[in-house]
C-alpha cells in the first residue's frame, strides 16, 4: 500500500515537472502565425486567439474584427503583405514583453499604403498554458490611428473617354441631360399621376424613390434623366407644382437603335461584377460597359479613379494616408462609318437581320449591324421595369445581338466551294455538268434524300453558269467531286472552323458540329452552305475578300490607324482569285443572274445571292428560310458588304435582301 502511495505521487510529480516543462512558443512564432491570418483576413480568430488581455479589455470585437473588415472592403484593401524582422533569443529569454519591427504594405482604392510598426508582444498564462500575445491598438490598422479618429475616403470619378466613328462623329459622348426631381412636400397625388405617365414610369416607381431614408419634405429627389433635346416634354414637366430639374452629366448614343448593340450602353456596377473585378480598380460606385464597345474597352475608356485617404482626429486636423490622382478615360476611334451603319440599319429596319460592311482591301471594319434593335439612351436615362420587360418579351428579340451569332450561309458559300475546286485542280473554268430536272441523288444509299434546285438547265453547265443560276446541284457535286478531307481542309484555308482573329467576340464559324463530314449526304449539303455549316456575318465578309486580294484573305479590325494585315495568305491562287471574282460579276451583269436586281449604273457590284432553309428535314413544309446577299463594287472595291435577313419566305426570298443591299450602294 505504502509502495503504491509513493509512486503515485512520483508520478504525479513527474507529470507536473513535464507540465512545467512544456515548450512555449516563441514570440517570433506567435507573430509569424498571427500574420499569417492577417494575410488572410482571418480578423475574428486574430482577435479571439492573439490579442492580449489589456488589449480585449480596451477593444471589443466590433471595434477590432469588425472594424478591420468595413475598413478594408470600404478602402478596396488588396495584395496586403505583412512582415517582420525576427529577434533573438536573447532579445525575450526570461523576458514577459518584447518588440519586434512590423512591415505592412497593401493596396488601396488611393494606391499603395506602406509603414512600420512595432508590435509589442506580452507573455500570459491561460488556462494554465503560457504563450505570447499582441497588445494591439488601431494604428496596425492605418498608420496613426486611434479609436476616436474617422478614416474619410474621398473619390474623384474620371471623365470617361469617348467613342468616335472613323470620321470623328460620336458613336458614345458625354453630354448634358436634365435630372427631373420633385419635391415631397409640394408635389399632389394628381401631379405624381401625371409625372409618371409623362416619365413612362409607374406611380409606384416614384413611391418607391420617395421612400428613402434620406428624403425630407423639402429635399430634391431625382426621379429619372431626360435629354435636354426633349423640350417639349421637360416644359410640360416643369409646368407642375413641385416638379423641377437639374443639370447632369450623362453617356450619349447618337446613333440609337442603329448602333446600339455595337456600342451597347453604361451602367452601375453590379454586386456579382464588382467581384470578379475588384481588383483591377472597381469600386462600388464605378459605371461599367455593359455591353458591346464599351464593355469590350471598358478599361482604356473608364480612366482611373481618383482618391484620398484621410484619417480626421477629434480636434478635426486631418492627415493624408494614400492619395491617388484622377485620370480621365481614353478616347476610342473606330474603323465605323457611323453614316454607313445608320444607312444598312435602316435598310433592315422592319425585319429582322444583320450586316457587316468591310473594307476588303484594308480590313476597315465598316458596319455591324443587328436589327431589330433598342435605343441605348434609354437605359442611360432609366428604363422603367414594364419597358425592359417590353423588350425582353418582345418575339423579335431586340435585345439579341445577330452579327455575334452564326448562321447557315446557303448559296453564298458556292464561290468558295468552286474557288477550292478550281484551286485543288479538281475542275477547270471550262468543264461541266450536264444536270437533268430540278433533283438529284447520288445513289440509292442516299434513299429518298434529294438535292433540289430551283432553276431548270438541261443543258451543260460551267461554273461560272452555275454561279449565275445558283445551282444547289452542281456545287454539291462539286463537293462531292473535292472529296470530304480536301474540301474541309480548303474550307479550313478561309478560316472556317477558326476563331475569327477581331476584338469584338463573335462566335466561331464551323464547318459541322465535330469539324468533319459524317456522310455524303453532308458532304454535298455543305458545297451549298447547308448541312451544318455556319459562319456569323463578318467571317461570310471576311471570306470574299482573297476574291479581291490575289488570293489573300484580310484581317479585320475595328480600331482606326491599326495597320493592313492579312489573315490567311495565298488561300486560293492568284489565277483563282481573279476567276471567281469576274464569275461573281456575271452573277449581277447577266440577266438571268440571282443577284441582277443589284446592277445599277452608279456601280459595277459583284456578288452572290443565298438562302438558307431552315428545315428539321427536307419534308419540313414549315421551314424558314434567310435570306443572304455579300456584293462589293467591282471598280471601287473599298467597300464589301454582306446582309442576311431573317424569314424571307413568302417575302421575296433572297430577292429582298439583294434590294437592300443594292439600296445602300445606290
Known sequence: MKKSMILGT????????????????????????????????????????????????????????????????????????????????????????????????????????????????????????????????????????????????????????????????????????????????????????????????????????????????????????????EKELLNKLTAMKGVSLQTTEVREYPYGEAAAHLTGYIGNITADELKKLKNKGYTANSVIGKRGLEQLYDEQLRGEVGAKISIQKPDGSTSVVAEKTVKNGKDIHTTIDAALQKKIFNQIKGNAGTASAINPKTGDVLALVSAPSFDPNEFVLGMSNSAYKKLADNKKQPLLN??????????????????????????????????????????????????????????????????????????????????????????????????IPFDYPLKDSQISSNGKFSNDIQLADSGYGQGQMQLNILHLAVAYTPFINDGNMIKPHLLKNEKTETWKKSVISSQTANTVAKMLRQVVADPEGTGHAANISNAKLAGKTGTAELKTSKKDKNGKENGLFVAYDANKKNVLISMLIEDVKNHGGSGLVVQKVTNVFR
Open 402 to 499: 445577330r452579327f455575334a451569332l452564326t448562321y447557315a450561309p446557303g448559296s453564298t458559300i458556292k464561290p468558295i466551294t468552286g474557288a477550292i475546286a478550281l484551286n485543288t485542280g479538281t475542275t477547270t473554268t471550262t468543264a461541266t455538268k450536264t444536270i437533268k430536272g430540278t433533283a438529284w441523288s447520288k445513289n440509292s444509299d442516299w434513299g429518298n434524300y434529294k438535292i433540289t434546285r430551283v432553276h431548270v438547265n438541261n443543258s451543260p453547265e460551267n461554273m461560272e453558269k452555275a454561279l449565275i443560276l445558283s445551282d444547289n446541284i452542281f456545287f454539291a457535286q462539286t463537293a462531292l467531286d473535292i472529296g470530304a478531307n480536301k474540301f474541309a481542309k480548303g474550307l479550313q484555308s478561309f478560316g472556317v472552323g477558326e476563331n
Open 10 to 229: 512520483l508520478l504525479l510529480l513527474v507529470l507536473t515537472a513535464l507540465a512545467g516543462c512544456q515548450k512555449v512558443p516563441t514570440p517570433n512564432e506567435r507573430l509569424s502565425d498571427y500574420t499569417k491570418l492577417w494575410n488572410k483576413q482571418d480578423f475574428t480568430k486574430m482577435y479571439n486567439q492573439y490579442l492580449s488581455t489589456e488589449s480585449k479589455n480596451e477593444y471589443k470585437t466590433k471595434d477590432f474584427a469588425s472594424r478591420y473588415k468595413k475598413v478594408y472592403e470600404d478602402l478596396n484593401v488588396t495584395k496586403l503583405h505583412i512582415t517582420f524582422d525576427s529577434v533573438k533569443k536573447d532579445a525575450f529569454k526570461n523576458k514577459d514583453k518584447v518588440k519586434i519591427p512590423v512591415n505592412i504594405t497593401f493596396e488601396t482604392v488611393a494606391g499603395k499604403v506602406s509603414y512600420k510598426k512595432t508590435a509589442e508582444l506580452v507573455k500570459e498564462k491561460r488556462d494554465k498554458k503560457t504563450n505570447w500575445y499582441l497588445n494591439w491598438d488601431p494604428s496596425y490598422i492605418l498608420p496613426n490611428l486611434t479609436q476616436d479618429d474617422k478614416i474619410q475616403l474621398s473619390e474623384q470619378n474620371p471623365e470617361r473617354g469617348e467613342i468616335f466613328d472613323r470620321n470623328g462623329k460620336g458613336l458614345a459622348i458625354n453630354a448634358k441631360a436634365y435630372q427631373v426631381g420633385v419635391i415631397p412636400g409640394e408635389i399632389s397625388k394628381k401631379t405624381k399621376e401625371k409625372v409618371a405617365k409623362l416619365l413612362g414610369i409607374s406611380v409606384k416607381e416614384i413611391n418607391q424613390k420617395l421612400g428613402q431614408s434620406w428624403v425630407t419634405e423639402n429635399v430634391f429627389v431625382p426621379i429619372k434623366e431626360v435629354p435636354q433635346t
